[in-house]
């Protein structure tokens, strides 16, 4: 069998390597981080030390030098210093004494720990004195760097035959007591410095073995914890689910186990789960088919109903279009043919010699008359047209950003001329700019309209006030005027279809509008009042951005 197939089909192989996982991970981060901890604990350690050997090294030549040198007996080992004058004297049993100074007592004392392979330690400077003080690449570079005050201390690892040292240096500085040795530098500059070597190939060993102590006591540690977790998730819980998967394979025909059925457990609660599905399955089941049959029944008969609907709502819309098509055929096309007939005989009865027009006179009324109503009917049929597809959503907007107080101020010049003939004075207070997201065309139509239906029921000398302005999430025009008013009967009533007012109309030129605003999600009314009327509407703004 593929091991990859067997993985995914078992639960407890799942649990045990997602378990696996995460406490490899864990005692990976674990270890990493104790690892990092001993090895800075290890630096700070040998660091440390590192210091403190210096800082001794420091307090003896401070000791030497306070005190001048020291005298030591010539002996067949030590050697003169040829870098001191007056460096021998005797006394008055005849020892010779050789003085040594501090440059000279701290190489002595780094030869002998370096025999004894502890640690050394060298003396050394940029400026020589002796050229067996002579800076390595280390130490030089260390010297530099003091000198320039960019460090007070520099320590590295180095290899050396294969073997790791600790290397430690500071520098020193020109003291008081140095000055008569070293008369060429100044108190407290820097005349060298002192590196500490300190083996730690040894502790590197024991870190390493350390580590790999710790690896083998976590692979056991983790073996056992992995055997303890597995064997106690398989008893506890991959068992029973097993169990309740045989079971359930084989239902109705088994029944399950009663004990499992009594814990208290999430097993327990599983197993009861179950039960209580199996139960409501077999009880639906039951009744199952009654309800499939009922219900493709009444789905049939709403299907039914449907095509029912479908079919009547075809046959409506095909009357509806032949309606308006025969009625725009059958009208504009006879009621244009008579507007031009009457337009040429107007023509004719208006060029004639004044007996003849006087004698015509009351033939060129009744022409007036039916030409006048020829341009009516023209005009209902045009706005039956232009309803019909603004309800049946047939009508195309063209919808722009746009200023509407620049739209109010071109219709409302447009009226001037007409409102001067009748001496209708109009006053215009508009707010700018009104920014609006509409069919200026469609706008402009309303527009049209309500400031023609001032000119055509307003008396002479009446007075006209037109308001544009923004009111909140709207922009709101208001057309006044103080004439006659609506009739309190048509109120309620005057944006419906064929409602015509005292002096007539085709009754369709609000309803237009109506449609028009709310098209633009607007709102179109008549404002209640006493005298004269004020016709509203409003539609969306463009707010501007701050």
Same mark, same amino acid.
């Given at each position: 069998?593929?091991?990859?197939?067997?993985?995914?089909?078992?639960?407890?192989?799942?649990?045990?390597?997602?378990?696996?996982?995460?406490? %490899?991970?864990?005692?990976?981060?674990?270890?990493?981080?104790?690892?990092?901890?001993?090895?800075?604990?290890?630096?700070?350690?040998?660091?440390?030390?590192?210091?403190?050997? %210096?800082?001794?090294?420091?307090?003896?030549?401070?000791?030497?030098?306070?005190?001048?040198?020291?005298?030591?007996?010539?002996?067949?080992?030590?050697?003169?210093?040829?870098?001191?004058?007056?460096?021998?004297?005797?006394?008055?049993?005849?020892?010779?004494?050789?003085?040594?100074?501090?440059?000279?007592?701290?190489?002595?004392?780094?030869?002998?720990?370096?025999?004894?392979?502890?640690?050394?330690?060298?003396?050394?400077?940029?400026?020589?004195?002796?050229?067996?003080?002579?800076?390595?690449?280390?130490?030089?570079?260390?010297?530099?760097?003091?000198?320039?005050?960019?460090?007070?201390?520099?320590?590295?690892?180095?290899?050396?035959?294969?073997?790791?040292?600790?290397?430690?240096?500071?520098?020193?500085?020109?003291?008081?007591?140095?000055?008569?040795?070293?008369?060429?530098?100044?108190?407290?500059?820097?005349?060298?410095?002192?590196?500490?070597?300190?083996?730690?190939?040894?502790?590197?060993?024991?870190?390493?073995?350390?580590?790999?102590?710790?690896?083998?006591?976590?692979?056991?540690?983790? %073996?056992?914890?992995?055997?303890?977790?597995?064997?106690?998730?398989?008893?506890?819980?991959?068992?029973?689910?097993?169990?309740?998967?045989?079971?359930?394979?084989?239902?109705?025909?088994?029944?399950?186990?009663?004990?499992?059925?009594?814990?208290?457990?999430?097993?327990?609660?599983?197993?009861?789960?179950?039960?209580?599905?199996?139960?409501?399955?077999?009880?639906?089941?039951?009744?199952?088919? =009654?309800?499939?049959?009922?219900?493709?029944?009444?789905?049939?008969?709403?299907?039914?109903?449907?095509?029912?609907?479908?079919?009547?709502?075809?046959?409506?819309?095909?009357?509806?279009?032949?309606?308006?098509?025969?009625?725009?055929?059958?009208?504009?096309?006879?009621?244009?043919?008579?507007?031009?007939?009457?337009?040429?005989?107007?023509?004719?009865?208006?060029?004639?010699?004044?007996?003849?027009?006087?004698?015509?006179?009351?033939?060129?009324?009744?022409?007036?008359?039916?030409?006048?109503?020829?341009?009516?009917?023209?005009?209902?049929?045009?706005?039956?047209?232009?309803?019909?597809?603004?309800?049946?959503?047939?009508?195309?907007?063209?919808?722009? =950003?746009? =200023?509407?107080?620049?739209?109010?101020?071109?219709?409302?010049?447009?009226?001037?001329?007409?409102?001067?003939?009748?001496?209708?004075?109009?006053?215009?207070?508009?707010?700018?700019?009104?920014?609006?997201?509409?069919?200026?065309?469609?706008?402009?139509?309303?527009?049209?309209?309500?400031?023609?239906?001032?000119?055509?029921?307003?008396?002479?000398?009446?007075?006209?006030?037109?308001?544009?302005?923004?009111?909140?999430?709207?922009?709101?025009?208001?057309?006044?005027?103080?004439?006659?008013?609506?009739?309190?009967?048509?109120?309620?009533?005057?944006?419906?279809? %064929?409602?015509?007012?005292?002096?007539?109309?085709?009754?369709?030129?609000?309803?237009?509008?109506?449609?028009?605003?709310?098209?633009?999600?607007?709102?179109?009314?008549?404002?209640?009042?006493?005298?004269?009327?004020?016709?509203?509407?409003?539609?969306?703004?463009?707010?501007?951005?701050?």
């Amino acid at each position: 069998m593929n091991p990859l197939r067997y993985i995914k089909k078992s639960l407890s192989l799942k649990v045990l390597i997602i378990c696996a996982l995460l406490l %490899f991970f864990t005692l990976s981060v674990a270890f990493y981080f104790l690892k990092s901890r001993q090895e800075s604990l290890l630096m700070e350690q040998v660091q440390s030390q590192a210091k403190i050997l %210096f800082k001794q090294i420091v307090l003896t030549r401070r000791w030497v030098a306070d005190h001048g040198g020291i005298f030591v007996e010539k002996l067949p080992w030590v050697k003169k210093n040829i870098y001191l004058k007056d460096s021998e004297i005797m006394d008055v049993s005849g020892k010779r004494y050789i003085k040594e100074n501090p440059a000279y007592v701290t190489r002595q004392l780094s030869e002998y720990s370096k025999q004894e392979g502890l640690y050394w330690f060298h003396i050394t400077s940029l400026k020589l004195v002796n050229p067996a003080n002579a800076p390595d690449e280390f130490e030089r570079k260390a010297l530099r760097m003091f000198e320039r005050g960019e460090a007070d201390e520099l320590s590295k690892i180095e290899y050396v035959d294969g073997a790791r040292y600790y290397r430690y240096i500071a520098p020193l500085y020109v003291e008081s007591a140095c000055i008569s040795c070293h008369p060429g530098y100044g108190l407290g500059s820097v005349r060298g410095g002192i590196s500490v070597t300190l083996p730690v190939e040894h502790l590197y060993k024991k870190m390493a073995r350390l580590n790999r102590e710790m690896i083998v006591a976590g692979l056991i540690i983790s %073996f056992l914890l992995l055997a303890i977790l597995f064997f106690s998730i398989r008893a506890m819980a991959i068992s029973p689910i097993v169990k309740l998967k045989k079971q359930i394979s084989r239902y109705p025909e088994s029944r399950l186990d009663e004990r499992s059925l009594m814990a208290e457990d999430e097993i327990g609660e599983l197993y009861r789960a179950f039960q209580k599905m199996a139960e409501e399955i077999q009880q639906y089941h039951s009744s199952l088919k =009654d309800k499939i049959k009922e219900a493709t029944q009444e789905l049939q008969r709403t299907n039914q109903k449907l095509l029912e609907a479908n079919r009547l709502y075809r046959q409506l819309s095909q009357r509806k279009s032949d309606f308006i098509s025969n009625i725009s055929h059958e009208l504009r096309t006879p009621l244009t043919s008579i507007k031009g007939a009457v337009d040429y005989l107007h023509t004719r009865l208006s060029t004639q010699s004044p007996p003849q027009r006087l004698k015509d006179e009351e033939m060129r009324n009744f022409v007036e008359i039916i030409r006048s109503n020829t341009q009516r009917l023209i005009k209902m049929v045009e706005c039956s047209l232009d309803l019909e597809k603004i309800e049946s959503g047939r009508l195309d907007m063209e919808f722009s =950003d746009l =200023d509407l107080a620049g739209t109010i101020d071109d219709t409302i010049n447009s009226f001037r001329p007409l409102f001067n003939e009748r001496s209708i004075s109009v006053e215009t207070e508009i707010e700018r700019p009104i920014l609006v997201h509409a069919d200026e065309d469609r706008i402009r139509q309303v527009l049209n309209n309500l400031l023609g239906n001032i000119l055509e029921h307003c008396p002479a000398c009446s007075r006209v006030k037109v308001e544009g302005y923004c009111s909140g999430d709207w922009a709101v025009v208001k057309i006044s005027d103080n004439g006659p008013g609506i009739p309190s009967s048509l109120k309620e009533r005057i944006f419906d279809k %064929f409602v015509k007012g005292p002096r007539g109309g085709t009754g369709l030129g609000l309803s237009i509008c109506k449609s028009i605003i709310e098209a633009h999600n607007g709102e179109i009314g008549l404002l209640n009042q006493k005298e004269g009327s004020t016709f509203y509407f409003k539609i969306p703004r463009i707010k501007k951005e701050k």
